[in-house]
């Protein structure tokens, strides 16, 4: 089935696998880019790639609305730069912002059909709809996080309110926030393990390719049995470990 995609993030490191690989499962791609050119050449004149070139959090609730109107699913990738300015300059709430936004643009359309949104978080966030346990040298390391690190509460922040306000019946969205280990560089795909809770402290993180979390956010939104598996859950993802 030929579906509309919306990805925000689409030009990061990870949004790219995304969008490439919904393009080759023959969805129509619609990216939301500060910087098209950033784009790699492998997509970037795709026909069925349509690009507004905006910063997201500037557009009107009324361009937003536009934007996500007829989407079967809405993607975010976005993430912080790893720079001084990316790190703590502005916007702080990126990510968090951004989910509040589409999510009411989304209910502003009034569409009949539930829309897709699939966060792309951490493993370093946890499920509290869940017992996850947590060492308290890992809970120090995060308490630490949060106050010297803007993109970390922001990645629980956009979580948190896919958990608690859109939460598990609502009429509009369904949503699933993919919790990557730590993120590597490789140019192709691997098998994965998708757990509903980490397996490792974040001290033995395990590692998941940047294609890998793509191909997985992709399988999401067309594939309705892993769709079902998912939704509403926060899946914690890694790259296969070989058998000893």
């Known amino acids: 089935m030929n579906m509309t995609i919306l990805v925000v993030g689409a030009s990061g490191a ?17 990216v939301i880019v500060r910087s098209p050119e950033k784009l790699p050449d492998s997509i970037k004149n795709h026909d ?76 370093a966030n946890r499920n509290r709809d869940l017992n996850e346990p947590i060492s308290f040298a890992q809970r120090c390391v995060i308490a630490l996080l949060r106050l010297f690190l803007p993109p970390h509460p922001d990645n629980e922040g956009a979580a948190e309110y896919l958990r608690t306000v859109i939460g598990q019946k609502d009429n509009a969205i369904e949503w699933t926030a993919v919790r990557p280990s730590a993120l590597i560089d490789e140019e192709n795909t691997s098998e994965i393990e998708v757990y509903p809770s980490p397996i490792r402290s974040i001290f033995k993180n395990g590692q998941i390719s940047r294609i890998n979390v793509g191909y997985f956010m992709a399988d999401l939104i067309t594939d309705d049995k892993i769709w079902n598996k998912w939704k509403e859950q926060m899946p914690v993802i890694y790259n296969k470990e070989p058998s000893s």
């Open 14 to 30: 990870t949004g790219k696998w995304l969008v490439e690989e919904l393009l080759n499962r023959g969805q129509n791609v619609r």
């Open 48 to 123: 069925r790639l349509s690009v507004i070139t905006a910063s997201v959090l500037e557009l009107t609730d009324e361009e937003m609305a536009g934007e996500v109107d007829g989407c079967y699913a809405v993607v975010s990738c976005l993430g912080h730069n790893m720079t001084f300015k990316g790190l703590f300059g502005r916007p702080r709430r990126l990510v968090t912002d951004t989910a509040r936004r589409l999510c009411n643009a989304i209910k502003a359309n009034k569409s009949e059909k539930l829309t897709k949104y699939v966060l792309m978080n951490t493993v």
